[in-house]
């Protein structure tokens, strides 16, 4: 597809949750394994959530085990003015570096539960590798679009993250009426061209399954400007 569509398949052992990446930067870097179980205080209603010391982070009700607090540096870099451009979902930022910081895997339970998913702890070790992978696609897609502006600018940045799975955008749902099925996920990802602002569109949709592994989790991705007049141009432009 001329917008800049991968398909992914992964041998994960559940799908990715992209509606589950809210707050991801909100906690410090963590290293290593947090240890073994141990009982687990109770929060308290009406006040702050208890602190669990398997990993120095909120209790998660019903937890039975302790999840990793170790965060991987993405190849997706920061902008240098992201704090000014509003709050992002997911990766965070470490403010020592100057790429964005994907969630550990506590940080990813903690945010699927606020969101009353019904995530299992064992699944963390497969779904958060394959959430890392696909945003790194996502990012060597937008850097294919922007090769168009090399001559401008040679070193655009991401400037934030949104999801808005809620939000169907014109394209999917002009393909919905044809009868095409509607992305299950949406995320709206600001570029920092050099100064100029730049939003670009993702649309995630479920993809065919693999006859080898059909317990897998299939999906693609469809990256493209948002339809703006420079956006609207450098899509006829990638088409010819």
């Not at 779904?127 to 040679?154: F, K, T």
């Not at 996920?185 to 399954?209: A, E, K, L, M, S």
């Not at 006859?211 to 299939?218: A, V």
């Amino acid at each position: 597809m001329s917008s800049g569509a991968s398909s992914v398949n992964s041998s994960g052992g559940c799908p990715v949750d992209h509606a589950a990446q809210a707050a991801a930067g909100q906690c410090p870097v963590g290293h290593g394994q947090a240890p073994g179980p141990r009982p687990e205080p109770k929060p308290v209603a009406g006040q702050a959530p208890a602190i669990d010391p398997r990993n120095n982070m909120p209790v998660v009700p019903e937890q039975h085990g302790g999840l990793s607090t170790a965060r991987t540096v993405s190849s997706i870099p920061r902008a240098d003015r992201y704090g000014e451009a509003g709050p992002s979902q997911c990766p965070g930022a470490d403010a020592s570096k100057d790429m964005w910081i994907y969630p550990s895997e506590q940080m990813f339970f903690n945010a699927m539960r606020r969101k009353n998913w019904d995530p299992r702890e064992e699944d963390m070790k497969s779904v958060v590798p394959i959430h890392n992978a696909v945003n790194e696609m996502c990012w060597n897609h937008i850097l294919e679009w922007e090769r168009l502006h090399r001559s401008a600018c040679g070193s655009p940045k991401l400037l934030r993250f949104e999801g808005k799975a809620k939000q169907t955008s014109p394209k999917a749902w002009l393909r919905s009426l044809v009868g095409y099925q509607r992305p299950f996920d949406r995320h709206d990802w600001t570029v920092d061209r050099c100064g100029t602002p730049v939003r670009y569109i993702i649309d995630f949709y479920v993809g065919r399954q693999n006859p080898n592994d059909p317990h897998s989790p299939s999906f693609f991705i469809d990256v493209r400007p948002a339809l703006t007049i420079g956006g609207a141009w450098d899509r006829v432009r990638r088409l010819f």
